[in-house]
Structure formats: structure tokens, C-alpha cells
């Protein structure tokens, strides 16, 4: 057995390995550009939210300075780039510490239903049975109820409509997440039912393998490989959500925390009465950050899969012949234990792509 | 003769994700009218994707180069298919080439009637034809390739024909406006034996009565040996040998086409070893209690909504004793998988009794079954998906001595995991590979090795070389054989192809419709059938020998009409 001259697969470097710099890596075109603008968005957003404290000129509740109380409604000035609201707030300074809010709500909403999304999901599609049956009934119900609806009902609950930073976020998130589990089951349940069928499930059985370790080590990590797509899409649903929510007068009190859907609410009357910046900057916070985040998961959705990811074209006749056949010079000069150059073919659908029969 | 296609220096090449990959480089080819031209190859030889040229269907990936000259029946104009647009392709295809898939079930669409598929395909040619006109083309078309009842039966859905009537509806679909050349694309894999010899009688006709130039996709020098005229053997994009079948079954000359040939199974060929191995059983071996005992076995899925259920496997008698081995033939739908399912507890048994290790599987629980996997072994058809693909190989070689206490982690496991895939054949490195990393062939040793990891007393493996080359199922047979002798482990053996099982098995079992209608030494099976089904089956399985199997085809002709 000569297993000294056999290579070792060639290890992937780090930079392929990692998912959203693989998929940089691998797009080009249209794609990589819509990826790439996705990306800067919601790098800018991410970055906005960390260092608020440091980049917003004043606090979010500041009403005065130094020099006294700000003024209600000022058109944007040298002192107040973005100009100040109906109730003399500084415009730009609540944009930015509105992505920190924004932000707390994303991450603890899409945590929250990720969690009991995927539990319930691999267990109802696992097992199957009267459980799965109840389940499904009780996410088809909450999918039949209009989300917003079901959000204002869930922060009424949870925090009777008003509330401070902590509370408020957490009640957003939570009613967020309330609408978010079913989604997240739905796609886990889904992917396990099939991937229950794999052979490769059936021969963990064979073994002898418990359920627990059959679902854990077998079916839960090839049922997850679509949750990115479905936490980027969902992550702009939830700044949606919050965004409504603040709207409607269900968010979170000015003097708690800046949340962009409570400004837009109390601009209202302004737009009418020809000042715009105060209705603008928020509007245009929540379009940009939500149009990042899609843009990233359709992208990441895209190149995903094989048939829509995009390729440069080859040349004509270009590239070597792939060593696909798997027997090179036929099976007589192989080796007796069929070890040296047989069957080394190099394996390139690693994607699903291939040039076989 | 006047030439059909030819195809002049064909090189093609494909954008992945690893760059460029070339899969047909300078490849030449001609077809003349009323001839049947073969290209046989492995996987990945790059045949596919040539047939795919001539009409034009090449996916977006790929780029061509070279030429693909076609003419119309008529032999008046010439066209090369590579430079021309996506229209001038749309009226090529139907009147000068037609395709017959591989999969009948999935080239129909199920919720059109086959006759509105057929018409369809007459007016996107022709719109001056009336309704009625098209109708009783189609009509005429389902006849002539043998669809009984063509009137009735052209309103009828997919769904409503057998697997091989639905393939003569694909050839009637590609037949009906006449094309000069038909492309088939492996037409016979996804049918059953007794069924391949009638599609191929029905292809033999299209180019006697229709004067067609067929090319034929396959991988079956059965196949190949029975119908085609001329041969090209094409390995990794490239012709290495084309000659007329004869001269090239008689005499090859490339070195490629005769390992292809040698590695070919023939029924027969294993007699002789278990007739050797049947004699160095000791005194009282039959004796022994079997490994699996199975008497009246019913097993029957459970129908929907109080309507029967279906009876997969039919009062079934049969022993597996120690260290032997047992191949279960039969066509699909016969119960063979049902059966291999059942012993390995996958599959719950409805009726009769099934002793498996000495444990009735009849009311099993599965809690109590556990223990006993560890003294059995299953081999998956598919090496594809038989693997988690997020594992590496040595992680799921390991996983049995995991789950059975004899290792606590797949990294104490390693050193057996090595052995493991050493007795296989397969380097130690390649226990750090994943499974999409390693070929067909590779995997399915792998897969062996897992089976194998707690040295179990029976092995059950199903269709474990049906999903791979003719060349490295030889070698996988070669080495299911070596280990048998080594590790001694009874084993049933599933397999639709009776010259597989007859290389290894010790005894050979026939189902027919979930009831066992032959059950025999090979030489007693195969040597001299008793049951009309077996006599069937048998004449039905195409040798690699052109001349050979147009005997053999006079024998099966003589058999059906017997019948």
C-alpha cells in the first residue's frame, strides 16, 4: 500500500471557507455588484449603531445645549446638519442612535426565533406524528393573522404600549419573533422531511444511532444550510416591523431610546406644512438599511444556487480536459490494490456543476 | 448513403467554479442514414455532451468550437448547429433531430394527455395543420411504435402507461415529423431488462422501416452489441477507438476499449468460483442455524384512506446461512428492496416470519433491535447520498464504532478507521476528504468500510454497484468479493442484474411481482431455468457480443411468442 505518495486533499484556504467572503469571492457581474452595495449598507449600519455614542453631535433626548434649548422644528443649519424635530430634538443625532436601537431589536429578534424556530421545526419534521400536525395548524394560524396586528397585540401584552429602552426593544423583538418562529419552522420542518429520506439518515439508523444523535448530528446541520438567507430577509422585515410599530405610537418613548418609526409618526404634520427634513433623514435611514440587508440576502440566495450564480465566460475551447473518467489508462493499468492514480479524478462538482452523463 | 451529421473537430468546454474545464476535445464523428452509431464511455467521457451539440442544447456554461454539420431527411440543406441562433435551432429540432431521453417519467409532463404532448410537438412545426389533421397523426405515430389501442389510449395521461410504453411515447414524440436523425440518450437505463430488449427491438425498427440515423448514448456494451452499427468509444472528451461493432467486439484495438470490455460482467462467470466454494464448506455446514430465515414473509404498505394496501413482498421463503452469500434478483417493483429493508428492521413485516440472528423481526421493537445492528451491515445503493455531506469520511466511517461504545469520539477511532479503509483499498489520507471530494467508485469502498466496521455476521448490500461505471463496479465486485472471503460474513446481495450476482452470490433467488418464483445454485438458475419468468429475464439480458446476441434475440423472440 503506497499511502506515502497519495497527496492529501488540498485544505481550502480560510478566505474560501468563510461564507460571505466565499460568496464575494466567487460572484461577478450585476451580482457582485449588487452583493458588494449590500454589503456597504449594512457594513455603514452596523458601524453607525456600534459607535452612536461617539458620532451623534448631541444625545438622543437632548433638548438643549450650552447655549440653550435647541427650537422646535429648525431647518438644517451649520449647528444642526439635519435640522430639529416638532418636539426640538437634533435630527441627525436621532438617525444615528436609531441604528443602535434598530439593531438591539434585529439581534435579539432574529436570536429569539431562530432558536425555538429551528427546535420545534427539527422535531415536528423528525418525528412526524400528531405533534408535527398540531404545530403546523398553530403556525398556519399565526401566519393567517396580519403580522402588525399580531405585533401591536404582543406589545400591548407585553409592555401595555409604552415602555422604556429595554423594555421597548424587548417587546418589539419579542412580538417580532412571535411572527418570525413560523417562518423559521417552516423552512426547517421542510428541509428535514427530506433530508429525512437521505440515505444517509437511513444509514445512521441502520447503525443503530439514537434519534438524539440521528437529529442533532446528521439532520440539523445539512437542514441549516438556507437559515442565512431567511436571517438577512428577516432582519429587514424586523427593522420593518419596528419601524411600524413606532409609527402607530406602539414604540418605544423619545425619552428612552431614538426609534426612527416614532420620529416619521411625529413629522407627520410637518410634511404638510413644507418641512421635510424631519420626515426625510429617518425615511430615508429605514430605505437604505433595509435595501442593504435584501440586497445581501438575495444576493447570498442567488449565488447559492448553481443555476442563477453567474460565470464569466470561458473562451472557446479553453481549459484542460478534466481527468473525470475514473479509471485513467483503463482498469488494466491500475495497480493491483487499485491504489496508485486510480479513480484520483478530480471532483469539480463540489457546487452540483459537472460535466457527467 | 448520404451522411446525416458529422461532426468535425467538436471541442466543448464548461465555466465552473474551478475555472474552465474542457469536456470534449476534438472530437469527430459522422452518422449516415439508416445507421445506428454507439458512443459508449464512462461518466465524464464527455459523451453526453456531445449528443447535446447536435441539437443544440448545450446549457449557458458552456462554450463550443468546431463544427456540427446536420442535413434535413431530404439531404437538400446543410447546417452547421454550433453557429446557428436560438430560432433557427427551435426549427432544426423536431424536423431534422430528435432527442428520446433517458427518464420516459420525466420528459412527459404529467398533467397534459400524451396526445395533446404529441400534437403539440406537429403544430410548433407545422401551424397550417388542422387539430384533426395533427390527431390522427398522432394516432397513426402511437400505432407504429406499438401502443395498443392508439385511438382510446391518446387521450389517456402519463401516469395511465407503463415505465416502457411511456418510452415509446418519447420515441413517438421524437418519430412523429420525421426527423433524419434521432439522438437517445441512454433509452433503455431506467427500464427494467425484459423491457430494454423490447425499446430496443422498437429502436432497430425506426432505422429499418423509418431509414433513421440513430445515436445511441449508453454505457451498456450489452446494449451496444445488440443494436448499434458503427462504435466510437470516447474517454475524457476524446475518440480513442471507432470501428464497426463487429471488428470492435472482436478485435479491439485501443488499449481503453479492451479493459472496457474485459470489465464487462458476464453471466457465467461466477459459477465455477461458487461451485469451488461449495465444496470447501465443511461437514454440517447446512446444518447450522441461518443467519436469516424467512418463511411466508408478507409485507405490505399500508394504502390511504381504507383502501387496500399495497403487497410488496408475497409469502416469501428463503435461508441465509453463515458465511453465505444470497443474490436477490428481480426487476423494479419486485419487493427486493422491500426485503433487504425488512431484515435491516427499515421496513416493518406484516405477515409470515422473519428470523433475523435469531430474533423474530414480526412485532420487533425497534428499542430492542438496537443492540443487533451492530451484527449487521447495509450497503446503500447511491454512494452520492449515502454519506453525510458535512462529515469527512474517516468522521463517517467511525460513526458505528461511536454509536456502539467501541470508541468514544471518530478521533479515537481513527487507528481502526485507517484499518478499515485500508482493507477497502482506499489511502488513509482520504479519511480527511469529504465525501463530495472522492469519485463514485471510492465512495461506495468507503461505504463498504463503514458497513464492515463492526465486522457484522451479515451484510446486506442493495444494488450497491448499480449507480457506477461498468469498470469500477468490476473492481467494487472484485473487492465485495476479496473481503467476503476474509471477514466470512453472510450476505444477501440485491441486484437487478444477473450477471453481477452471479459473480459473487452462492445462491441465487428470483422475484417476480413480491413472490419468489426460482431459488437456486447459479448453475441451476442461470444453467437451466425452470420458471418461464427466469427463461425471460434471462434471454432478455443483452450479451457484449454482436454476434452472440442476435442468436440470443432469435431465442427471446421465440420465447414470447410462446408465451
Same mark, same amino acid.
Given at each position: 500500500?503506497?499511502?506515502?505518495?497519495?497527496?492529501?486533499?488540498?485544505?481550502?484556504?480560510?478566505?474560501?471557507?468563510?461564507? +460571505?467572503?466565499?460568496?464575494?469571492?466567487?460572484?461577478?457581474?450585476?451580482?457582485? !455588484?449588487?452583493?458588494?452595495?449590500?454589503?456597504?449598507?449594512?457594513?455603514?449600519?452596523?458601524?453607525?449603531?456600534?459607535?452612536?455614542?461617539?458620532?451623534?453631535?448631541?444625545?438622543?433626548?437632548?433638548?438643549?445645549?450650552?447655549?440653550?434649548?435647541?427650537?422646535?422644528?429648525?431647518?438644517?443649519?451649520?449647528?444642526?446638519?439635519?435640522?430639529?424635530?416638532?418636539?426640538?430634538?437634533?435630527?441627525?443625532?436621532?438617525?444615528? /442612535?436609531?441604528?443602535?436601537?434598530?439593531?438591539?431589536?434585529?439581534?435579539?429578534?432574529?436570536?429569539?426565533?431562530?432558536?425555538?424556530?429551528?427546535?420545534?421545526?427539527? +422535531?415536528?419534521?423528525?418525528?412526524?406524528?400528531?405533534?408535527?400536525?398540531?404545530?403546523?395548524?398553530?403556525?398556519?394560524?399565526?401566519?393567517?393573522?396580519?403580522?402588525?396586528?399580531?405585533?401591536?397585540?404582543?406589545?400591548?401584552?407585553?409592555?401595555?404600549?409604552?415602555?422604556?429602552?429595554?423594555?421597548?426593544?424587548?417587546? $418589539?423583538?419579542?412580538?417580532?419573533?412571535?411572527?418570525?418562529?413560523?417562518?423559521?419552522?417552516?423552512?426547517?420542518?421542510?428541509?428535514?422531511?427530506?433530508?429525512? =429520506?437521505?440515505?444517509?439518515?437511513?444509514?445512521?439508523?441502520?447503525?443503530?444511532?439514537?434519534?438524539?444523535?440521528?437529529?442533532?448530528?446528521?439532520?440539523?446541520?445539512?437542514?441549516?444550510?438556507?437559515?442565512?438567507?431567511?436571517?438577512?430577509?428577516?432582519?429587514?422585515?424586523?427593522?420593518?416591523?419596528?419601524?411600524?410599530?413606532?409609527?402607530?405610537?406602539?414604540?418605544?418613548?423619545?425619552?428612552?431610546?431614538?426609534?426612527?418609526?416614532?420620529?416619521?409618526?411625529?413629522?407627520?404634520?410637518?410634511?404638510?406644512?413644507?418641512?421635510? /427634513?424631519? =420626515?426625510?433623514?429617518?425615511?430615508?435611514?429605514?430605505?437604505?438599511?433595509?435595501? #442593504?440587508?435584501?440586497?445581501?440576502?438575495?444576493?447570498?440566495?442567488?449565488?447559492?444556487?448553481?443555476?442563477?450564480? %453567474?460565470?464569466?465566460?470561458?473562451?472557446?475551447?479553453?481549459?484542460?480536459?478534466?481527468?473525470?473518467?475514473?479509471?485513467?489508462?483503463?482498469?488494466?493499468?491500475?495497480?493491483?490494490?487499485?491504489?496508485?492514480?486510480?479513480?484520483?479524478?478530480?471532483?469539480?462538482?463540489?457546487?452540483?456543476?459537472?460535466?457527467?452523463? | 448513403?448520404?451522411?446525416?451529421?458529422?461532426?468535425?473537430?467538436?471541442?466543448?468546454?464548461?465555466?465552473?467554479?474551478?475555472?474552465?474545464?474542457?469536456?470534449?476535445?476534438?472530437?469527430?464523428?459522422?452518422?449516415?442514414?439508416?445507421?445506428?452509431?454507439?458512443?459508449? !464511455?464512462?461518466?465524464?467521457?464527455?459523451?453526453?455532451?456531445?449528443?447535446?451539440?447536435?441539437?443544440?442544447?448545450?446549457?449557458?456554461?458552456?462554450?463550443?468550437?468546431? $463544427?456540427?454539420?446536420?442535413?434535413?431527411?431530404?439531404?437538400?440543406?446543410?447546417?452547421?448547429?454550433?453557429?446557428?441562433?436560438?430560432?433557427?435551432?427551435?426549427?432544426?429540432?423536431?424536423?431534422?433531430?430528435?432527442?428520446?431521453?433517458?427518464?420516459?417519467?420525466?420528459?412527459?409532463?404529467?398533467?397534459?394527455?400524451?396526445?395533446?404532448?404529441?400534437?403539440? #410537438?406537429?403544430?410548433?412545426?407545422?401551424?397550417?395543420?388542422?387539430?384533426?389533421?395533427?390527431?390522427?397523426?398522432?394516432?397513426?405515430?402511437?400505432?407504429?411504435?406499438?401502443?395498443?389501442?392508439?385511438?382510446?389510449?391518446?387521450?389517456?395521461?402519463?401516469?395511465?402507461?407503463?415505465?416502457?410504453?411511456?418510452?415509446?411515447? +418519447?420515441?413517438?414524440?421524437?418519430?412523429?415529423?420525421?426527423?433524419?436523425?434521432?439522438?437517445?440518450?441512454?433509452?433503455?437505463?431506467?427500464?427494467?431488462?425484459?423491457?430494454?430488449?423490447?425499446?430496443?427491438?422498437?429502436?432497430?425498427?425506426?432505422?429499418?422501416?423509418?431509414?433513421?440515423?440513430?445515436?445511441?448514448?449508453?454505457?451498456?456494451m450489452g446494449?451496444?452489441?445488440?443494436?448499434?452499427?458503427? +462504435?466510437?468509444?470516447?474517454?475524457?472528451?476524446?475518440?480513442?477507438?471507432?470501428?464497426?461493432?463487429?471488428?470492435?467486439?472482436?478485435?479491439?484495438?485501443?488499449?481503453?476499449?479492451?479493459?472496457?470490455?474485459?470489465a464487462v460482467p458476464y453471466v457465467g462467470t461466477g459459477?465455477?468460483?461458487?461451485?469451488?466454494?461449495?465444496?470447501?464448506?465443511?461437514?454440517?455446514?447446512?446444518?447450522?442455524?441461518?443467519?436469516?430465515?424467512?418463511?411466508?414473509?408478507?409485507?405490505?404498505?399500508?394504502?390511504?384512506?381504507?383502501?387496500?394496501?399495497?403487497?410488496?413482498?408475497? !409469502?416469501?421463503?428463503?435461508?441465509?446461512?453463515?458465511?453465505?452469500?444470497?443474490?436477490?434478483?428481480?426487476?423494479?417493483?419486485?419487493?427486493?428492496?422491500?426485503?433487504?429493508?425488512?431484515?435491516?428492521?427499515?421496513?416493518?413485516?406484516?405477515?409470515?416470519?422473519?428470523?433475523?440472528?435469531?430474533?423474530?423481526?414480526?412485532?420487533?421493537?425497534?428499542?430492542?433491535?438496537?443492540?443487533?445492528?451492530?451484527?449487521?451491515?447495509?450497503?446503500?445503493?447511491?454512494?452520492?447520498?449515502?454519506?453525510?455531506?458535512?462529515?469527512?469520511?474517516?468522521?463517517?466511517?467511525?460513526?458505528?464504532?461511536?454509536?456502539?461504545?467501541?470508541?468514544?469520539?471518530?478521533?479515537?477511532?481513527?487507528?481502526?478507521?485507517?484499518?478499515?479503509?485500508?482493507?477497502?483499498?482506499?489511502?488513509?489520507?482520504?479519511?480527511?476528504?469529504?465525501?463530495?471530494?472522492?469519485?463514485?467508485?471510492?465512495?461506495?469502498?468507503?461505504?463498504?468500510?463503514?458497513?464492515?466496521?463492526?465486522?457484522?455476521?451479515?451484510?446486506?448490500?442493495?444494488?450497491?454497484t448499480?449507480?457506477?461505471?461498468v469498470?469500477?463496479q468490476a473492481?467494487?465486485l472484485?473487492?465485495?468479493?476479496?473481503?467476503?472471503?476474509?471477514?466470512?460474513?453472510?450476505?444477501?446481495?440485491?441486484?437487478?442484474d444477473l450477471a453481477v450476482v452471479d459473480i459473487l452470490?452462492?445462491?441465487?433467488?428470483?422475484?417476480?411481482?413480491?413472490?419468489?418464483?426460482?431459488?437456486?445454485?447459479?448453475?441451476?438458475?442461470? %444453467?437451466?431455468?425452470?420458471?418461464?419468468?427466469?427463461?425471460?429475464?434471462?434471454?432478455?439480458l443483452?450479451?457484449p457480443?454482436?454476434?452472440?446476441?442476435?442468436?440470443?434475440?432469435?431465442?427471446?423472440?421465440?420465447?414470447?411468442?410462446?408465451?
Amino acid at each position: 500500500m503506497s499511502t506515502d505518495i497519495v497527496t492529501r486533499a488540498p485544505k481550502r484556504r480560510l478566505r474560501d471557507r468563510l461564507p +460571505v467572503v466565499h460568496q464575494l469571492r466567487q460572484s461577478v457581474g450585476l451580482q457582485r !455588484g449588487m452583493l458588494i452595495a449590500g454589503l456597504v449598507l449594512t457594513g455603514l449600519f452596523i458601524l453607525t449603531a456600534v459607535f452612536a455614542p461617539l458620532i451623534a453631535p448631541f444625545g438622543f433626548a437632548q433638548l438643549r445645549d450650552a447655549e440653550g434649548p435647541f427650537g422646535s422644528q429648525q431647518a438644517p443649519s451649520a449647528e444642526h446638519l439635519f435640522g430639529t424635530t416638532v418636539g426640538g430634538y437634533d435630527v441627525l443625532s436621532r438617525v444615528l /442612535w436609531g441604528a443602535q436601537t434598530a439593531l438591539f431589536v434585529i439581534v435579539i429578534a432574529v436570536i429569539l426565533s431562530i432558536f425555538a424556530g429551528v427546535l420545534l421545526g427539527l +422535531v415536528s419534521g423528525y418525528f412526524g406524528g400528531w405533534l408535527d400536525r398540531v404545530l403546523v395548524v398553530v403556525c398556519d394560524a399565526i401566519y393567517a393573522f396580519p403580522s402588525l396586528l399580531l405585533a401591536i397585540v404582543m406589545s400591548i401584552v407585553i409592555s401595555g404600549g409604552q415602555s422604556n429602552l429595554w423594555g421597548g426593544v424587548f417587546a $418589539a423583538a419579542i412580538s417580532i419573533t412571535v411572527v418570525f418562529i413560523p417562518q423559521y419552522f417552516r423552512v426547517i420542518r421542510a428541509e428535514t422531511v427530506r433530508i429525512k =429520506a437521505e440515505a444517509y439518515v437511513e444509514s445512521a439508523k441502520v447503525l443503530g444511532a439514537s434519534s438524539g444523535r440521528v437529529m442533532f448530528r446528521h439532520v440539523l446541520r445539512n437542514a441549516t444550510r438556507t437559515l442565512p438567507l431567511i436571517f438577512t430577509l428577516n432582519s429587514s422585515e424586523a427593522i420593518l416591523t419596528l419601524a411600524g410599530l413606532g409609527f402607530l405610537g406602539f414604540g418605544i418613548e423619545p425619552t428612552a431610546a431614538a426609534e426612527w418609526g416614532y420620529d416619521l409618526n411625529k413629522a407627520l404634520s410637518d410634511v404638510s406644512s413644507g418641512i421635510w /427634513w424631519t =420626515a426625510l433623514y429617518p425615511g430615508l435611514a429605514i430605505v437604505l438599511v433595509v435595501l #442593504g440587508i435584501t440586497l445581501v440576502g438575495e444576493s447570498l440566495n442567488d449565488l447559492a444556487d448553481p443555476r442563477l450564480r %453567474g460565470r464569466r465566460r470561458v473562451a472557446q475551447a479553453s481549459g484542460v480536459v478534466a481527468e473525470t473518467s475514473v479509471v485513467p489508462g483503463g482498469t488494466l493499468s491500475a495497480g493491483p490494490g487499485g491504489l496508485s492514480g486510480l479513480e484520483d479524478g478530480e471532483s469539480f462538482d463540489e457546487h452540483g456543476i459537472g460535466v457527467r452523463s | 448513403m448520404s451522411t446525416v451529421v458529422s461532426i468535425e473537430g467538436l471541442g466543448v468546454s464548461f465555466a465552473t467554479d474551478a475555472g474552465p474545464v474542457k469536456a470534449v476535445d476534438g472530437v469527430s464523428l459522422k452518422v449516415e442514414r439508416g445507421e445506428v452509431l454507439a458512443i459508449v !464511455g464512462e461518466s465524464g467521457s464527455g459523451k453526453t455532451v456531445t449528443a447535446k451539440t447536435i441539437l443544440g442544447l448545450l446549457p449557458e456554461t458552456a462554450t463550443a468550437s468546431g $463544427a456540427v454539420v446536420l442535413s434535413n431527411k431530404a439531404g437538400t440543406a446543410e447546417r452547421d448547429v454550433i453557429t446557428l441562433s436560438k430560432k433557427q435551432l427551435r426549427a432544426v429540432r423536431g424536423t431534422d433531430v430528435a432527442m428520446v431521453f433517458q427518464e420516459p417519467s420525466s420528459a412527459l409532463n404529467p398533467v397534459y394527455t400524451v396526445g395533446w404532448q404529441i400534437i403539440e #410537438g406537429i403544430r410548433a412545426h407545422n401551424d397550417k395543420l388542422s387539430k384533426k389533421e395533427a390527431r390522427a397523426k398522432a394516432v397513426e405515430i402511437l400505432g407504429r411504435v406499438g401502443i395498443p389501442d392508439p385511438e382510446h389510449r391518446i387521450d389517456h395521461y402519463p401516469h395511465q402507461f407503463s415505465g416502457g410504453q411511456k418510452q415509446r411515447i +418519447v420515441i413517438a414524440m421524437a418519430l412523429v415529423l420525421d426527423p433524419g436523425l434521432i439522438v437517445a440518450d441512454e433509452p433503455t437505463t431506467a427500464l427494467d431488462v425484459t423491457v430494454q430488449a423490447e425499446i430496443l427491438d422498437l429502436l432497430r425498427r425506426c432505422r429499418d422501416e423509418f431509414g433513421m440515423g440513430i445515436v445511441l448514448i449508453t454505457h451498456n456494451m450489452g446494449v451496444v452489441a445488440d443494436l448499434a452499427d458503427r +462504435v466510437a468509444v470516447m474517454y475524457q472528451g476524446q475518440v480513442v477507438e471507432e470501428a464497426d461493432a463487429k471488428t470492435l467486439f472482436a478485435s479491439p484495438q485501443a488499449e481503453y476499449t479492451k479493459a472496457l470490455l474485459a470489465a464487462v460482467p458476464y453471466v457465467g462467470t461466477g459459477t465455477a468460483s461458487a461451485i469451488e466454494r461449495a465444496e470447501q464448506r465443511p461437514a454440517g455446514w447446512a446444518e447450522q442455524a441461518p443467519v436469516v430465515e424467512a418463511s411466508g414473509l408478507e409485507i405490505v404498505y399500508p394504502g390511504r384512506f381504507g383502501r387496500p394496501g399495497f403487497r410488496a413482498v408475497d !409469502g416469501v421463503d428463503f435461508v441465509i446461512r453463515p458465511g453465505e452469500v444470497l443474490g436477490l434478483v428481480g426487476e423494479s417493483g419486485s419487493g427486493k428492496t422491500t426485503i433487504g429493508r425488512a431484515i435491516a428492521g427499515l421496513t416493518k413485516v406484516t405477515g409470515g416470519s422473519l428470523r433475523v440472528l435469531g430474533h423474530e423481526m414480526n412485532g420487533l421493537r425497534e428499542r430492542e433491535f438496537r443492540p443487533l445492528r451492530s451484527r449487521i451491515g447495509f450497503v446503500f445503493q447511491d454512494p452520492a447520498s449515502s454519506f453525510n455531506p458535512l462529515l469527512t469520511i474517516a468522521e463517517c466511517v467511525a460513526e458505528p464504532l461511536v454509536i456502539h461504545g467501541r470508541a468514544a469520539n471518530p478521533r479515537e477511532a481513527r487507528a481502526r478507521v485507517d484499518e478499515l479503509l485500508e482493507a477497502v483499498q482506499l489511502p488513509r489520507a482520504y479519511g480527511d476528504r469529504y465525501p463530495h471530494e472522492l469519485s463514485g467508485g471510492q465512495r461506495q469502498r468507503a461505504s463498504l468500510a463503514r458497513a464492515l466496521a463492526l465486522e457484522p455476521e451479515l451484510l446486506i448490500a442493495d444494488e450497491p454497484t448499480s449507480a457506477l461505471d461498468v469498470s469500477v463496479q468490476a473492481r467494487v465486485l472484485e473487492l465485495f468479493a476479496e473481503l467476503q472471503r476474509e471477514f466470512g460474513f453472510a450476505s444477501l446481495f440485491i441486484s437487478h442484474d444477473l450477471a453481477v450476482v452471479d459473480i459473487l452470490a452462492d445462491r441465487i433467488a428470483v422475484l417476480y411481482r413480491g413472490s419468489l418464483v426460482e431459488e437456486g445454485t447459479g448453475a441451476e438458475v442461470l %444453467g437451466a431455468p425452470s420458471d418461464p419468468y427466469t427463461q425471460r429475464l434471462l434471454a432478455s439480458l443483452p450479451v457484449p457480443d454482436p454476434v452472440a446476441q442476435a442468436a440470443r434475440r432469435e431465442e427471446l423472440r421465440r420465447l414470447r411468442e410462446a408465451v
